[in-house]
């Protein structure tokens, strides 16, 4: 059976803090690891990963793939209050077509 | 704009009774996917389609059916064997194997 995890669950943070967002994978015909984030309602995509050990970056964010380990890392640096969300972590099984998604981590940004 | 509809937003289902949730999309994405989001978990993953006129069940399928007749249409419903159907239902669809863009979701209570 395919698994996700992720931690910690929950992180409180003050704004201007780094954060690193942590998420292990045991999935079948593996192809991909893909970061969303959820505010509200819609979770939207933040990253997909194929290739162990090149990080990806948009703005502040970044994240990285350690296929041998199993993991990757979703980094903040610099947080904002807007970054306060659920951030949600999948793995994608190519032959079923279909991801695993983590519990997500809570991330609450104080100012 | 293109994107995924939910509806309804809110839906209310008495006992033993059959509710329907909408889900269209104009992404002409192959694929289209039902998730179920209780309080502090992730997505769990009720039935999957790849193409019109199939569909996979997911982890959580029982008390759930679905339909693919036209590429744009997924709708779920939830049956009155579905015991505890109180919960956060989000709709998803993608290209083969590409991250998934989500609708804003439908939240069913029971009366």
């Known amino acids: 059976e395919d698994k996700v995890v992720q931690s910690p669950l929950s992180l409180v943070v003050h704004e201007g803090d780094t954060v690193t967002l942590n998420c292990s994978y045991e999935?079948?015909?593996?192809?991909?690891l893909l970061w969303y984030k959820q505010e509200k309602k819609a979770p939207t995509f933040l990253f997909m990963l194929?290739?162990?050990?090149i990080e990806k970056k948009s703005g502040r964010l970044s994240s990285i793939l350690d296929k041998k380990e199993l993991f990757s890392i979703l980094n903040i640096t610099a947080t904002q209050t807007g970054d306060s969300a659920i951030y949600l972590c999948?793995?994608?099984?190519?032959?079923?077509?279909?991801?695993?998604f983590g519990d997500g981590t809570t991330l609450t940004v104080k100012p | 704009d293109g994107g995924i509809t939910q509806s309804p937003k809110y839906l209310f289902r008495k006992e033993g009774q059959n509710v329907t949730l909408s889900c269209e999309q104009n992404?002409?994405?192959?694929?289209m996917y039902w998730y179920r989001q209780d309080p502090g978990q992730g997505l769990r993953l009720i039935y999957y389609?790849?193409?019109?006129?199939?569909?996979q069940k997911g982890d959580i399928a029982e008390g759930y059916s679905v339909s693919r007749e036209k590429k744009e249409s997924f709708p779920l419903t939830v049956t009155s064997a579905q015991k505890n159907p109180t919960a956060f239902y989000l709709c998803?669809?993608?290209?083969?194997?590409?991250?998934?863009?989500f609708g804003d979701g439908t939240r069913l209570s029971i009366l």
């Open positions: 194929t290739s162990s050990g």
């Open positions: 998803a669809s993608s290209l083969l194997n590409q991250p998934q863009h």
């Open positions: 999935v079948t015909n593996f192809r991909s």
């Open positions: 999948a793995a994608h099984n190519t032959n079923a077509g279909k991801s695993t």
């Open positions: 389609s790849q193409i019109v006129n199939d569909f």
């Open positions: 992404l002409n994405h192959d694929a």
